[in-house]
């Protein structure tokens, strides 16, 4: 893909401007301008208990309909002293923490994403 486009040592072509090399290398090692600013891992279990809770407490929460759905999946379950809302044993990841986790998982976990993966 990115090598395709990248010329190599052997290429007829002049240099590459400075400005336009360092773009194909931050394309190619995925440098980012927008990279998180921690390298710790966004979520703690406080985090997803205190967004889980936000949840619940607004009016109409899909979750707290979800969780009385016996058929459902989710259920509050018990983790390290936390009660934390579970779907199929795996702890429910509120939407407000999502992009943060996946963003972090893409960036330090080198994670190509959905559509590079069909191929």
Do not use: C
């Not at 590459?16 to 600013?37: D, G, K, V, Y």
């Not at 949840?55 to 969780?67: F, G, P, Q, W």
């Amino acid at each position: 893909d990115m090598l395709s486009r990248v010329p190599s040592a052997n290429s007829d072509r002049d240099e590459l401007e400075p400005s336009i090399a360092q773009s194909h290398a931050n394309e190619l090692f995925a440098i980012r301008a927008n990279t998180p600013t921690d390298e710790g891992f966004p979520l703690t279990l406080i985090k997803v208990f205190n967004e889980q809770q936000k949840e619940l407490n607004n009016k109409n929460s899909k979750i707290e309909a979800l969780l009385k759905q016996n058929k459902s999946g989710y259920k509050i379950g018990h983790l390290q002293g936390h009660e934390l809302i579970m779907y199929e044993r795996k702890i429910y990841v509120p939407e407000t923490l999502r992009g943060r986790t996946l963003e972090w998982y893409h960036y330090y976990l080198n994670h190509p994403g959905g559509d590079r993966l069909a191929n």
